[in-house]
């Protein structure tokens, strides 16, 4: 099992920034895969931004791209997604991911981010 708990989300004016943060605890050995998904009700939830365990390989949505940054540390097994130049279509609630082999997943219980216009 592994537990997943999300830090940073927060009401900011478009524009400006919030780093989101994942503390990821238990059986980690098997991860191979880390993400951030966000979803806003009413729609299906979405993947942000990605991250492959060992080459460190990232993919983003496209209308994040060069907005968020997607990282993580792995002796502190945090994940986090540092968002710049916020805009109201990213209010989301924002959810941290991940992928062990079996495959199985988790899902941290979400943190609330709203960008006022």
């Known amino acids: 099992q592994v537990q997943l708990v999300e830090t940073g989300g927060g009401l900011v004016q478009a524009g400006e920034s919030l780093r989101l943060s994942c503390a990821a605890s238990?059986?980690?050995?098997?991860?191979?895969?880390m993400g951030w998904y966000r979803q806003v009700p009413g729609k299906e939830r979405e993947q942000v931004a990605t991250?492959?365990?060992?080459?460190?390989?990232?993919n983003y949505a496209d209308s994040v791209k060069g907005r968020f940054t997607i990282s993580r540390d792995s002796v502190k097994n945090m994940l986090f997604l540092q968002m710049n130049r916020l805009k109201p279509e990213d209010t989301a609630v924002y959810y941290c991911?991940?992928?062990?082999?079996?495959?199985?997943?988790?899902w941290g219980q979400g943190t609330q981010v709203t960008v006022s216009a």
């Open positions: 991250i492959r365990i060992g080459s460190d390989s990232t």
């Open positions: 238990g059986r980690l050995f098997s991860i191979y895969f």
């Open positions: 991911n991940v992928v062990e082999y079996g495959p199985n997943q988790y």
